[in-house]
Each structure stands twice: as C-alpha cells, then as structure tokens.
C-alpha cells in the first residue's frame, strides 16, 4: 500500500492537525489509525487528545509546554512510515432489523437501484465493514465497505428527527446512529445496540478500526434485544475470538 502524501495544518496554538492525502480511502484511514496508536504509545506530556477522522488525525496539545518545531519533526517522523494496512483487532456482529417500520427508505432504495428489498438486504449485510471513525454526534460510527452498487447521493429533503440506532447510507457511507438526530441520509433498518450509553463501560462501544458485521434480524426479536440493550448489556457480539 503506497502511503498517502502528508500535510501538517496548525489550529492555533493548542491543536495540529495531520493530513493524508485528499481523498477518502481505507489506505489514508489506516495511516490515520496507525499515527493514532504511534501517539499513544509515545504517550508525549504535550499531547492532551487526538480525533481520528476519515483521513485526518487532529491532535491537541498543552500549550504551556508546547515546543512547535520539535512536535513537528515528532509527529512527520511517526507518521511518515509505509503503514500495511491492519486487521481489525475487534470485529463485532451487530443485529439489524431491516425495513418497514425500522427501515422506512428500504423499498425506496431498492427500488431506485432496480433490486428487490430482500436482495438489498443480502447486499447490504454480506460486506465487513470497518468504522473508519467516530463523529459527528457522540458514538456515530462511521463505516467503510458499502458495496458501490448501493451507493446513493442523500435525500434532498432531510429529516428533522431519525431514531437512535438507525442503520444508513448517505453516498458512499454507511453509518451507525448512537442517537435520535436529524438526518438526510437514507435509513434501511435499526439495531437495538447502543453503540453510546452514558453510564455503561464502556460508554462507547465501538472504536475506529474496528469491523462490523450486520446480521438481518426478525422483527419479532426486536423487544427483547432492546431491553437487554437498555438494562447496559452489549448485544453486539465479539466475534474475533
């Protein structure tokens, strides 16, 4: 895997900001992650934070004890390493009741791609996917692996409200919803994990690098689910064991 160019971008004087490359790709995401773990593993004093996003990694930093240059040279050094691409070190299978009430854009999404809904769901279900990262709303996780076929551009109208735990796609991405928030993205089901549960440890149950494997689920089993997931347990299940 050739390494993404990299760019370092100052914000202020208490955050740098670490570019690779212009374009979402699992390449850029793996450098990203890759600097992350280097970081923490360095455990540098001025470090305060680091966010990891699609292909960017922000770090934020103690300005009192701020040396910009040789945090410079630090970061390009660790970053700048042929970085293979990973494993995920955890992968989670997490149930995925699909259409009707918990998919309302399911008919509608198959029907623009000529499919029918029980094949959109195999299509949608078969891939693993990896979270790439975590944002914009506490626990969203943010998946890369949607087969291309499905890709469809946002809806035109948003919605004002979407449940907590929708299943979507939005181009390119697929997403898991931790949250009720607005939303225009194109909703096929609903799980009943909680993936943010203030609270519970952990509070977030999902963490960039990790793959996700949706398993279709009845109907019928949703209650059950739900209230397991709301008396804190997992209901996701590892299964990299």
Known sequence: MSPSPIRLLWCGDSALTVEFGDVIDAGANAQVLALDDRLRVAAMPVIVETVPTYRSLTIHLDPVRLNPNAL???????????IPERPPARIWRVPVVYGGEYGIDLVDVARHHGL???TLVARHS???YRVVMIGFLPGYA?????????????RT???A???????????????????AAPSGWHLLG?????SFMPGRDPVFLFQPGDG?????????????LDKAAAAGEPVAERVDA
């Open 72 to 82: 410079e040279a630090a970061v390009r050094k660790l970053a700048e390493n042929t």
């Open 116 to 118: 029918a809904p029980e």
């Open 126 to 128: 078969a891939p693993e």
């Open 142 to 154: 943010y998946l890369d692996g949607l087969d291309p076929g499905l890709a469809l551009s946002r």
């Open 157 to 159: 109208s948003p919605r």
């Open 161 to 179: 409200s979407t449940p907590a735990g929708t299943i979507s796609i939005g181009g390119v991405q697929a997403l898991i919803a931790s949250i």
């Open 190 to 194: 609903r799980t009943p994990v909680r």
């Open 212 to 224: 996700i494997r949706f398993e279709p689920t009845a109907p019928s089993c949703w209650d059950a």
